[in-house]
């Protein structure tokens, strides 16, 4: 399979994973934290490199840059998972929501980046993960993949 396939592949992924976040968010009523909406960015970023990437023809260049956004949001996903595991260091109001909503993307398009919810709630599984989960999941696939991309040219 071609590098490129790979590219729209994750793509077209990014964009479904983003559309789902606000199909939760709209019909299920799962309000987005602060972490929550990072990996928003992370999802985008990654699916914006791989864009360029078919754009540009730099294939190896947006794997790199791809593969950086993904790493942040296997970081990102990680910390989540850790803040849910560690109720006990949430006061009740989460610290980042400020940062995160002062930020001009959630002025300029609130639906997607603006942060409603505690980092630390606990989250229905989704066939048989959470949220987050299948985010780290995904992250993990994706960094492979632009590692071998990568490595193959």
């Known amino acids: 399979m071609k590098s490129r396939h790979f590219l729209i592949a994750i793509l077209l992924l990014c964009t479904g ?19 929550c909406v990072l990996q928003r960015y992370a999802f985008i970023g990654t699916g914006l490199f ?16 791809a593969l ?4 942040a949001g296997m970081g990102l996903a990680i910390y989540q998972l850790w803040v849910i ?18 930020l ?16 630390g709630d606990i989250l229905e599984p989704i066939l048989g993960l959470t949220p987050p989960q299948w985010s780290l999941v ?8 632009f590692a071998g991309i990568m490595r193959r040219g």
């Open 138 to 145: 995904w992250f993990f696939i994706f960094a492979v993949v």
């Open 68 to 71: 950086l956004s993904s790493l």
């Open 85 to 102: 595991a560690h109720p006990a260091i949430q006061c009740g109001r989460d610290p980042m929501e400020a940062a995160i909503n002062g």
């Open 17 to 35: 994973f983003i559309l789902f976040a606000l199909y939760l968010q709209f019909f299920w009523k799962i309000l987005p934290c602060p972490l």
């Open 50 to 65: 791989c864009a360029l990437g078919l754009v540009s023809g730099k294939i190896r260049a947006s794997a790199f840059a």
């Open 104 to 119: 001009w993307p959630a002025k300029w398009l609130p639906v997607l980046f603006h942060s409603d919810s505690l980092c």
